[in-house]
């Protein structure tokens, strides 16, 4: 029987934002999927046991580490893409375990491309084109989630994503001129 827990479950209309609760939940769902048995998929690693995954979380991992950097990086995450929202973020149904699907917005770790709501004609131009490439590389298939942390904007995950024949869709992106770089901070303006 499969579950699929989409962002909505969780939102009350009493409730000011459930989405970084939700966030925090689906990571959550992660870390618990890498600790209590092996991986889904691997990136040339050999398959993470409880055993191991005990060990490793008996060692107390620093406060100031971010949590994507404190879960197996070879851990791989099978997805299925079920919307693209612009050039560097798309919607998708996550397996985090077999028979457990988590519905989350997925923002590509490390870059940044023009918004689709644009101050400019030339951002807009931009943005759709990114979109597009963004379109064009996951229609590959075989798209897969590694490296997942919680975005800074709640109701999303910053992730690395790779396809079949891509390995690094943002570094694709960046080369391809659609994205530049971003790590952090405020952006630069798409305009003029």
């Known amino acids: 029987m499969r ?3 989409p962002f909505a479950t969780f939102a009350q209309p009493r409730r000011a934002n459930p989405l970084p609760v939700a966030a925090a939940i689906f990571v959550l769902a992660l870390a618990a999927g890498a600790a209590l048995g092996p991986s889904l998929t691997t990136q ?6 409880p055993a191991l995954a005990a060990a490793s979380a008996s060692e107390a991992a620093p406060a100031d580490i971010p949590l994507a950097h404190r879960l197996d990086p070879s851990i791989v995450y099978p997805i ?4 693209i929202i612009d050039g560097d973020t798309f919607e998708a149904r996550v397996r985090v375990w077999p028979g457990l699907d988590v519905d ?4 590509l770790r490390g870059i940044d491309a ?4 644009a101050r400019c004609s030339g951002e807009l131009a931009q ?5 597009t490439a963004l379109e064009t590389i996951l229609a590959e298939g075989g798209v897969s989630v590694s490296q997942i942390g919680i975005d ?4 999303r995950v910053d992730a690395a994503v790779a396809t079949r024949n891509t390995a690094d869709v ?5 080369n391809g001129g659609f994205a530049r770089s971003y790590g952090g901070g405020k952006r630069g303006s798409w305009c003029g």
């Open 3 to 5: 579950r699929y827990f």
């Open 44 to 49: 040339g690693a050999a398959p993470v046991g």
């Open 80 to 83: 299925e893409v079920m919307r």
């Open 104 to 107: 989350t917005k997925v923002r």
């Open 114 to 117: 023009a918004e689709l709501h």
């Open 127 to 131: 943005a759709q084109s990114a979109r």
């Open 152 to 155: 800074k904007y709640g109701g």
């Open 170 to 174: 943002s570094a694709a992106l960046l």
